[in-house]
């Protein structure tokens, strides 16, 4: 996992030709920092009292750094979004099926897996390969 500094995370706004705010600043922050996809509501949680952010703000903020690709929006088909810093790195979810637990892999190369596969599809090109999410049962659910 990579780390960002405050200023890297100002140099990447100003890239995307955002406006610099101290609430889009603290949710890069908190993404910069955590393994994990987070909720909307973990998110919330970590910046309610800190940052003075609201829950509306937080949407806001999330869906203008997500048009802007500097997080990705994750969806594990259980009712809620996750997200995480882009790092232009692939990365890939274990999801546990039952208990929702998730497990960050990176480093593993799967170009050439996702490539037979859409070798196969007569309907679809890839544009990117951002991330892989697996589903199946923790060790706890197993």
């Given amino acids: ?34 393994k994990q996809p987070v909720t909307v509501y973990e998110l919330v949680e970590a910046l309610r009292k800190k940052n003075n952010i609201d829950q509306a703000t937080v949407y806001r903020n999330l869906e203008t750094l997500h ?5 990705r929006r994750l ?7 996750h997200y995480e810093l882009e790092t232009g790195r692939a990365s890939h979810n274990l999801v546990c099926s039952n208990c ?10 799967v170009e050439d897996i996702v490539k037979k596969i859409l070798r196969k599809s007569k309907r679809f090109k890839s544009t990117a390969i951002n991330s892989l999410e697996i589903h199946g049962f ?4 197993a």
């Fill in 1 to 34: 996992m990579a780390t960002y500094l405050k200023e890297d995370l100002i140099k990447m706004i100003k890239k995307a030709k955002l406006r610099i705010t101290e609430h889009r600043l603290a949710v890069l922050l908190f993404l910069s920092k955590v």
């Fill in 67 to 71: 048009d802007a690709k500097l997080i």
């Fill in 75 to 81: 969806d594990f088909n259980h009712g809620h979004a």
């Fill in 100 to 109: 929702e637990v998730m497990e960050k892999v990176e480093g593993v190369v």
């Fill in 138 to 141: 923790c060790k706890n659910c």
